[in-house]
């Protein structure tokens, strides 16, 4: 068993900032991208940013000059930092973990339950 706990979320003004948690636990051998989506009402669930193993990131493009993302590799932990948000920036924010349970299984994505996002202008 996998789970990805997710913390952070919360209600913020326009141009404040949150900083996102995600910690991966369970039966895990190795664990190769995590990341970060968004899913507002109405819209399809978008990558927000992802990090692999040995730090190579990648940003939405609209979001790459005002968030980062960072990976703590100890601790099987995601962040995002989350400045200038704007209203526009509400919405559930989802943890990705592409993780491998044992030496001879495949890596599967995970997801954790969402943590809501709102900025209120």
């Known amino acids: 068993q996998v789970q990805l706990v997710e913390s952070g979320g919360g209600l913020v003004q326009a141009g404040g900032s949150l900083r996102l948690s995600c910690a991966a636990s369970g039966s895990i051998f190795s664990i190769n991208a995590m990341g970060w989506y968004r899913q507002a009402p109405g819209n399809k669930r978008r990558l927000v940013a992802a990090?692999?193993?040995?730090?190579?990131?990648n940003y939405a493009d609209s979001m790459k000059d005002r968030f980062t993302i960072s990976r703590d590799n100890a601790k099987n932990t995601v962040y995002l930092q989350m400045n200038s948000l704007k209203p526009e920036d509400t919405a559930v924010y989802y943890c990705?973990?592409?993780?491998?349970?044992?030496?001879?299984?495949?890596?599967?994505?995970?997801w954790g339950q969402g943590t809501q996002v709102t900025v209120s202008s």
């Open positions: 990090i692999i193993s040995d730090g190579t990131t």
């Open positions: 990705n973990a592409v993780i491998r349970r044992s030496s001879d299984s495949y890596y599967l994505d995970y």
